[in-house]
């Protein structure tokens, strides 16, 4: 496994759509990140310490913010040494890309969607509801699995948005 300096800078991505401050000011870091996709660097030493912040913590844990090198997630006890040896998809940490939100919303059938729906943390969830409101995709059996995960009613917002639209 590698080992990373404390000065080495480390990519973190927005992976919502929503603007995500990350603030702690024992170790005076401010970090604003936009929108969706934006990206902040934090040096490695900092990011160590970091980690300790529940809140920030939790935004990596939940699929908000993401950290791209399996390597530095792995170096912080983020992931377990197993997804670089194997090569094997992230366990701990998932972050759906828009393809993987298409593809489930689309082509997977529902039983491998409630399978997956229950495997994801709250927010990807939420953000996989987000998407199919804001694409219009979405059959009613899978707006049904991600009603009983989070509490929200996929094709009641996506008929209210085309209500507005048509205003």
Same mark, same amino acid.
């Not at 983020?78 to 593809?103: C, G």
């Not at 899978?142 to 209500?163: H, P, Q, S, T, Y």
């Given at each position: ?5 404390? /000065? *080495? &800078?480390?990519?973190?991505? #927005?992976? !919502? ?6 603030? =702690?000011?024992? $170790? ?56 670089? /040896? *194997? &090569?094997?998809?992230?366990? #701990?940490? !998932? ?6 939100? =298409?593809?489930? $919303? ?62």
């Amino acid at each position: 496994m590698k080992q990373f300096k404390d /000065t *080495d &800078k480390i990519k973190i991505r #927005n992976a !919502v759509n929503a603007k995500v401050i990350v603030r =702690d000011n024992e $170790l005076k870091i401010y970090r604003v990140f936009e929108k969706k996709n934006a990206v902040k660097y934090i040096d490695y030493g900092v990011l160590k310490e970091l980690i300790y912040n529940p809140g920030f913590e939790s935004s990596l844990q939940e699929g908000i913010l993401d950290i791209e090198d399996m390597e530095v997630k792995v170096a912080l006890g983020l992931e377990s040494e197993d997804v670089l /040896t *194997d &090569k094997t998809a992230p366990k #701990n940490i !998932v972050v759906l890309t828009d393809e993987e939100k =298409d593809r489930m $919303l689309t082509k997977m059938p529902i039983y491998d969607f409630k399978k997956k729906v229950e495997e994801l943390p709250r927010e990807q969830v939420r953000e996989l509801a987000n998407y199919a409101i804001e694409k219009e995709q979405i059959d009613f059996s899978k707006a049904d699995v991600i009603e009983k995960r989070i509490g929200l009613k996929v094709a009641k917002a996506i008929e209210l948005k085309r209500a507005n639209e048509a205003d």
